[in-house]
């Protein structure tokens, strides 16, 4: 098969999809303390800001991929990404908490139906295993440019134009993303199979009742959604695995390369989703940083992740994906464990964060590159879809339960009757020094809890993911056949 000429453009317009979701996110978190004192929003309030549009992403994504194979993933991203950029614009005109999580909401939605076109295209544009590890690399640094590119940027235009600034960055490189993929990404489409409309609801209802209990955690635990989330998860699977048409190809799961990688890159990413909340909060509300010096804060991550991106690529092709993906996560292990030691101050959080740039930049191009082979060319969207569920599912309940145990560790750390609120308490001289010092045991805590998830995912990855394969096209061209996978 000839490589599509226009694959390299192709690459930058899917860079540019993923940049606008990475860059909103995470100059969201440097907004915290603005949008907490002008909206009057609570700590429960925030946390359902960020947690409303990853829990709408996660439950949706399966459905998006399973419509981007079906429909056209170049047709579904570009929706995507308008609603995007038009729930972005919406989020600049609303004056209180309830609002901007209806406005994130909307952005959780095209969020999800951009996400799974992305790598579903790369895979398909990409055939050569080569070059297909460079695009992932590429796209892996792009992403991190983002993650550490929008704390900076947000910080500096929230000191200048407040926190409604942090949307309006999403609309130009929507527009931009959407121009050039209708300009230069051709059509592709899986082949047309029946609807799974049931498939669809119950894992639309099983992870949002999931993301939900887990973030009620620090309130106790909510019996109805926990029920509703293992009875509609349960039948999700249970009706998969008996339809002849199911929306998700569960069998993906006995290829061990697919199954590894999925599996332990999400307990990678409950480390990374709860950790960064916290961390912007204890950099602003304990180390007194502003929003710009937050977002700068981030440069040693960037620097890290950029430069090990491509030693990652590298060593991926000369050790196999197995060993340069448990490397990378025993190094994000040992970051996060650095970051444990918040009585360093800044410095400590910078060598922590470069600690933990490095690691990423070794483990997650490999790690996606090894799950990613795994599935069939003719279910890229949806496999691609059901990877991005996975992790993404991780990142919604690392900000739930990582975002417990900071409340958890910050309240008991308290006097009785005090805020739970870290912007609360920190607004009140007689709480202040003890609130500060209260957040930053709670700060510890986390990222141990953040380190023994990262942890369990090298175990799992050094279980499952094979070793190293010799051939060109052992672990990361998409299978053509039609022949279930297996371990």
Not at 103 to 108: F, H, K, L, S, Y
Not at 355 to 384: D, F, K, N, R, Y
Not at 414 to 433: Q, R
Request: with cysteine.
């Amino acid at each position: 098969m000839n490589p599509n000429p226009r694959r390299w453009l192709i690459l930058v317009v899917l860079c540019l999809s993923t940049l606008v979701l990475v860059v909103d996110n995470m100059a969201l978190t440097v907004a915290v303390p603005s949008l907490a004192a002008d909206l009057g929003a609570t700590a429960q309030d925030m946390q359902w800001i960020l947690e409303s549009y990853m829990l709408v992403f996660a439950g949706l994504l399966l459905t998006a991929g399973s419509l981007s194979d079906r429909y056209g993933r170049r047709k579904i991203m570009i929706i995507g990404l308008a609603l995007f950029g038009l729930a972005s614009l919406a989020a600049t005109l609303v004056t209180g908490p309830g609002q901007l999580i209806a406005a994130r909401v909307a952005m959780g939605i095209g969020g999800a139906l951009v996400m799974p076109s992305t790598l579903s295209i790369m895979i398909t544009v990409f055939t050569d295993e080569n070059e297909r590890r460079k695009a992932m690399a590429g796209w892996g640094a792009v992403a991190m440019l983002g993650l550490v590119g929008g704390p900076v940027l947000g910080g500096a235009l929230i000191a200048s134009y407040g926190w409604e600034s942090v949307f309006w960055i999403n609309v130009p490189i929507a527009v931009l993303a959407i121009l050039a993929a209708g300009t230069l990404m051709p059509e592709s489409k899986g082949p047309q199979v029946k609807p799974d409309p049931l498939g669809a609801i119950l894992s639309m209802v099983g992870m949002v009742a999931l993301v939900w209990t887990i973030n009620e955690f620090a309130h106790g635990i909510n019996w109805i959604s926990m029920g509703v989330a293992v009875v509609a998860l349960a039948a999700f699977i249970g009706w998969e695995l008996r339809t002849p048409y199911p929306m998700v190809p569960l069998k993906l799961f006995r290829d061990r390369d697919f199954a590894g990688g999925s599996l332990s890159l999400t307990l990678v990413q409950v480390g990374n989703g709860g950790l960064l909340l916290v961390l912007t909060q204890y950099l602003q509300f304990v180390l007194g940083y502003t929003p710009t010096q937050a977002g700068l804060a981030f440069i040693p991550l960037a620097i890290a992740s950029l430069i090990f991106n491509g030693v990652g690529a590298g060593l991926g092709a000369k050790l196999g994906n197995k060993l340069t993906a448990v490397l990378g996560m025993l190094v994000m292990a040992a970051g996060f464990a650095l970051l444990a030691t918040t009585s360093g101050g800044f410095v400590m959080v910078a060598v922590s964060q470069f600690v933990l740039g490095a690691g990423a930049g070794l483990a997650m191009p490999t790690a996606i590159a090894a799950l990613m082979g795994a599935i069939p060319a003719e279910q890229a969207g949806v496999g691609s879809a059901l990877n991005d569920t996975i992790q993404q599912a991780g990142a919604a309940l690392g900000v739930a339960a990582l975002g417990s145990i900071a409340t958890g560790s910050f309240t008991a750390a308290m006097p009785a009757g005090s805020p739970t609120s870290i912007a609360e308490a920190v607004a009140n001289p007689a709480l202040a020094a003890a609130a500060r010092e209260a957040y930053a045991s709670a700060m510890s805590s986390t990222s141990l809890a953040a380190a023994a998830g990262v942890l369990g995912a090298a175990v799992l990855a050094l279980i499952l993911l094979r070793g190293r394969q010799v051939g060109a096209h052992a672990a990361n061209t998409p299978r053509t056949d039609k022949t279930p996978v297996s371990a």
